[in-house]
């Protein structure tokens, strides 16, 4: 895991100060505007999930039955099951985390779910055709890449 490419792609995903999200069974969900840094960490959180199970992981970023100006993410286990519970917990640990404790939260969420960081990753990622959607999976893929 290359921290210091985790911390600079990070930092282009900003997280809004005071900003907090919790992941439920529809995923994240709110104003597209304030989801740039979790689309980004969802994307490295989908590559250690992904690596841990050695399977696909889906990302699917939409909201389709919200207003146009929402949009959201929910991550897809390898049956195309909801996520697993404890990495619903991780999600929004992830999302919630301050840019100075991503590394830790990373290693911690790698060290407790015993990822093997050598493993490939598979990811797979939809969108929805709402204006966001584009920018927002970019955001994904760029979590993808750099872990």
Same mark, same amino acid.
């Given at each position: 895991? @290359?921290l /210091?490419?985790?911390?600079?792609?990070?930092?282009?995903?900003?997280?809004? !100060?005071?900003?907090?999200?919790?992941? #439920?069974? &529809? /995923?994240?969900?709110?104003? $597209?505007?304030?989801? %740039?840094?979790?689309?980004?960490r969802? /994307?490295?959180?989908? *590559?250690?999930?992904?690596?841990?199970?050695?399977?696909?992981?889906?990302?699917?970023?939409? &909201?389709?039955? !919200?207003? =146009?100006?929402? !949009? #959201? *993410?929910?991550? *897809? @286990?390898?049956?195309?099951e909801m996520? $697993?519970?404890?990495?619903?917990?991780?999600?929004?640990?992830?999302? !919630? &985390?301050?840019?100075?404790?991503?590394?830790?939260?990373?290693? %911690?969420?790698? =060290?407790?779910? &015993?990822?093997?960081?050598?493993? %490939? $990753?598979?990811?797979?990622? #939809?969108?929805?055709?709402?204006?966001?959607? =584009?920018?927002?999976?970019?955001?994904?893929? @760029? /979590? *993808?890449?750099?872990?």
């Amino acid at each position: 895991m @290359d921290l /210091g490419a985790i911390t600079k792609y990070s930092a282009l995903h900003a997280k809004p !100060n005071g900003l907090i999200l919790q992941y #439920g069974t &529809a /995923g994240f969900r709110t104003k $597209a505007e304030h989801l %740039d840094h979790v689309m980004f960490r969802m /994307g490295l959180l989908a *590559v250690l999930r992904s690596k841990q199970t050695k399977s696909t992981i889906g990302v699917m970023v939409t &909201a389709s039955h !919200n207003p =146009e100006e929402d !949009n #959201g *993410v929910k991550l *897809v @286990d390898p049956l195309g099951e909801m996520l $697993a519970p404890s990495w619903e917990e991780h999600a929004t640990c992830l999302a !919630n &985390a301050e840019e100075q404790d991503m590394q830790r939260v990373l290693i %911690d969420i790698s =060290e407790k779910e &015993a990822v093997n960081l050598q493993q %490939d $990753a598979f990811v797979v990622i #939809g969108r929805d055709t709402r204006p966001s959607s =584009e920018k927002l999976s970019q955001s994904v893929i @760029d /979590g *993808v890449t750099v872990l």
